[in-house]
C-alpha cells in the first residue's frame, strides 16, 4: 500500500438535534445495502437541496450512522461553493488534503494533479471508505475527488441537481425537500424541551411558519431562545413577527448559534434544477415553475443573508 496506511476519521460533528428525514435515510440505507450486491462498482450519491435545508446535517448524520460499515476511514471535505467569501476548495487543493490523510507525506505528494488523482485511487485500492464531498458546486469538480476503485461510496451534497453524476457515473439523486411540521416541532423541541413547547404551541407555530420549516433557521431562533430559559416563546414569535420573519433580530445577539454560512434569498425562491455553470439558478419557465411550488412563506424570505456564531 506504499507509504499510505492511515485510517482517516474526518467527519465533522453531528448536527445537534437531527431529526426526521426517515425517508432519506431509508433511501441512503437502501442504496448501501445494495451496493452490497453490487462489489464491482463504485457507489455514488448526490443529495440536492435549496440552501439551510439540512444537505450536510443529513449526509454527517448518516455517515457516522454507518462508519463502522467501513474500517478503512471516512474522507471530508466542504468544497465551500457557496461560501460567502467566495473561496471555493478546487480540486487540487481537495486531493491533497485527502492524501494527507490517507498517510501521504508532502514529498511523496505528485507535483502533477492527474498524478495526485492517480495515487489517491491507488490508495483506495481493496479499501472501504466512505468519501464525503459537501457543498459541491457542480460535477466538475466533484469528478477528480471520486473513489476509483469498488467497495467505496461516495456523498455528494449541492444546492444544485448534479444530473452530470447522475447520467455519466450512475449517481442516485435524493432531492431533499423542506421537513415536515411535525418534524420541524421536534427540531425546536430538541433545543427547548418538551415542556416549553408544549406550554407555548401557538408560538411555537409561528415560529416553524416564520422560519419556512428551514432547520438552519430553526436552529438559530430555537437556539437563541434556549440561552433565556426565562423568555416567553411567544416573545421571540412577536420580534420574528415584527421583523417580518427576518432572523436578523436574534442572529446579532451575543450568542448567535450558527457558524458563518451564507443563506441567499434565492434559495427561499428556487430548488430546481435549471442552473448555470457556477450553480446559478436561472430564470427559465420551467424554473418559475418550481419556484411557484417550493417557495416557502413570503415572511420566511427576509431571512438575513449572513448567519453568525461566536468564536
Known amino acids: 500500500m506504499g507509504p499510505a496506511g492511515a485510517v482517516p476519521a474526518q467527519l465533522p460533528l453531528e448536527a445537534r438535534g437531527f431529526t426526521g428525514r426517515v425517508e432519506e435515510l431509508a433511501r441512503l440505507d437502501g442504496i448501501l445495502a445494495a451496493a452490497g450486491q453490487r462489489p464491482a462498482a463504485v457507489v455514488i450519491?448526490?443529495?440536492?437541496?435549496?440552501?439551510?435545508?439540512?444537505?450536510?446535517?443529513?449526509?454527517?448524520?448518516?455517515?457516522?450512522?454507518?462508519?463502522?460499515?467501513?474500517?478503512?476511514?471516512?474522507?471530508?471535505?466542504?468544497?465551500?461553493?457557496?461560501?460567502?467569501?467566495?473561496?471555493?476548495?478546487?480540486?487540487?487543493?481537495?486531493?491533497?488534503?485527502?492524501?494527507?490523510?490517507?498517510?501521504?507525506?508532502?514529498?511523496?505528494?505528485?507535483?502533477?494533479?492527474?498524478?495526485?488523482?492517480?495515487?489517491?485511487?491507488?490508495?483506495?485500492?481493496?479499501?472501504?471508505?466512505?468519501?464525503?464531498?459537501?457543498?459541491?458546486?457542480?460535477?466538475?469538480?466533484?469528478?477528480?475527488?471520486?473513489?476509483?476503485?469498488?467497495?467505496?461510496l461516495a456523498v455528494v451534497t449541492s444546492r444544485i441537481r448534479l444530473s452530470g453524476l447522475v447520467a455519466a457515473e450512475g449517481a442516485h439523486p435524493i432531492a431533499l425537500g423542506l421537513p415536515s411540521g411535525a418534524e420541524a416541532r421536534a427540531q425546536v423541541?430538541?433545543?427547548?424541551?418538551?415542556?416549553?413547547?408544549?406550554?407555548?404551541?401557538?408560538?411555537?407555530?409561528?415560529?416553524?411558519?416564520?422560519?419556512?420549516?428551514?432547520?438552519l433557521a430553526l436552529a438559530i431562533a430555537a437556539a437563541w431562545a434556549a440561552t433565556q430559559p426565562g423568555l416567553p416563546l411567544s416573545a421571540v414569535a412577536e420580534e420574528l413577527r415584527a421583523s417580518h420573519g427576518s432572523l436578523e433580530v436574534v442572529a446579532d445577539r451575543r450568542a448567535p448559534p450558527v457558524g458563518c454560512r451564507t443563506i441567499p434569498r434565492s434559495a427561499f425562491g428556487s430548488a430546481s434544477n435549471d442552473a448555470d455553470p457556477n450553480g446559478n439558478q436561472r430564470s427559465t419557465p420551467r424554473a418559475r415553475a418550481v419556484t411557484s411550488t417550493q417557495r416557502p412563506p413570503a415572511q420566511a424570505r427576509a431571512l438575513p443573508r449572513r448567519l453568525t456564531r461566536p468564536a
Request: a neutral charge.
Open 45 to 152: 450519491t448526490a443529495v440536492s437541496g435549496i440552501a439551510g435545508v439540512g444537505k450536510t446535517a443529513l449526509a454527517v448524520h448518516w455517515a457516522h450512522r454507518v462508519a463502522d460499515r467501513f474500517p478503512d476511514g471516512q474522507l471530508y471535505v466542504n468544497l465551500r461553493r457557496f461560501d460567502p467569501s467566495g473561496a471555493a476548495v478546487t480540486p487540487d487543493q481537495a486531493v491533497r488534503g485527502f492524501l494527507e490523510a490517507l498517510g501521504v507525506p508532502a514529498q511523496g505528494i505528485p507535483v502533477d494533479f492527474q498524478a495526485r488523482v492517480g495515487l489517491h485511487r491507488s490508495l483506495l485500492a481493496g479499501r472501504r471508505v466512505l468519501v464525503v464531498l459537501d457543498n459541491a458546486r457542480d460535477a466538475e469538480q466533484v469528478r477528480p475527488l471520486l473513489p476509483g476503485p469498488p467497495g467505496c
Open 189 to 215: 423541541a430538541y433545543s427547548l424541551g418538551e415542556d416549553r413547547v408544549a406550554a407555548e404551541p401557538d408560538a411555537v407555530a409561528e415560529i416553524i411558519t416564520r422560519c419556512a420549516r428551514l432547520p
